[in-house]
């Protein structure tokens, strides 16, 4: 890409890639046909899909909508090939040992972003009375009967939270989350849930109390738009200068985000499904720390990083979720940000522009700060591994083009 294009015009928002792959999961509860809409067009979504398939469900693809026939027995034990390609299909967990008393599942394996364990997801499936372990690679989890309890966990991890949750629908009793996550997307799997006939108090607050029912239904359901795509055209919007009016996001889901570019000198205008960033001048620096929603979402670490390399002043970022996210800064000094880490902190002193390098993408939202990054430096910058990009950006490029980006998207890979 060639930097230097103001970004301006309007871009629709799809589904959730963090509510899609869950929702997906949670049709595991209800045998029949459950219907998704609104599902962004990324590969996570047919990976999924193959992992219900492994487990006996049909599923159906098509554009945006998502179909799953779930049947009367599921099998229990999920297929490695399936799994090891998609992080977040753990999320079979919860359901499984809610369907079948028994599951078995691969451990997905490492993630760029930093480690990613899954210790609150077995204790919090411990105490609804599973015997769950984590040896040869697999987590595999037996109960002759899910009973409530009340757990708290550690920290409000989003995938402890869903599996429990998944699992506590089913559960004989009522079951108390505490210090639940509460990110758009928990809402958003509540919101099914109940659709489904769970009964479910405390959706969106840290507190989850959980009634179990013997039976759930199949629904149809509407995803949620992706609140961190939306954040994404925001930044690039602030970035480059320029005007952006982002449909599809509740901009509510972002009022903190919102909230710093103001600070950072933007016009931020809501409406009810959307919202518009305009910027005339250079940013001013912001401080920006990350934490679990409503705070600052790490997955907007690396736009954050991005636009403090190009604003006036210097900015701190802490990093308090993920601690392996700033590798993503030594691509950002390639391209000529005055940047450095200690521990949790990155320090970040703004210069006028960036200039051009061939950078790599380590995964979804690295790769889509690099590409901002790209827009505001002088010459042609490279960004490789770009499918990264493609797992959470349905047409990114596309998107990009048609707000007045010089990008293309090319073939080749170079030797490394
Ligand atoms: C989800 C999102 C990811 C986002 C993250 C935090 C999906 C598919 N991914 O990931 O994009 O960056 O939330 O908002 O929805 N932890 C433990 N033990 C556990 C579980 C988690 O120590 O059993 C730690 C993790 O290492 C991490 C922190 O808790 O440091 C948060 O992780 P978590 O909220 O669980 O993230 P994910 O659900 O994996």
Redesign the pocket.
Known sequence: MNGGARLAGEVRVVGAK?SV?KLMAAALLAEGTTTLTNCPEILDVPLMADVLCSLGCEVDVQASTVTIVAPATLRNEADYRSVSRL??SVCVLGPLVARCRRAVVPLPGGDAI????????ANGLRKLGAHTEISHGRVVADAEDLHGAQIWLD?P????TENILMAAVLADGTTVIDNA?R?P?IVDLCTMLQQMGAKIEGSGTSTLTVHGVTALQPTEHRVIGDRIVGATWAFAAVMTRGEITVQGVDPHHIDLVLDKLRSAGADVSTAIDGFSVAMRGRAEAVDFVTL?YPGF???LQPMAIALSAVAEGTSMITEN??EARFRFVDEMVRLGADARTDGHHAVVRGVERLSSAPVWASDIRAGAGLVLAGLCADGTTEVWDVEHIDRGYPRFVENLRALGADVARVAAEPER
């Open positions: 963090n792959l992080r977040a930093g480690s990613r364990p899954l210790d609150m997801h920290f991890s989003v995938g402890a996550a990110e997307e679990p979402a790490t997955d979720v993920f």
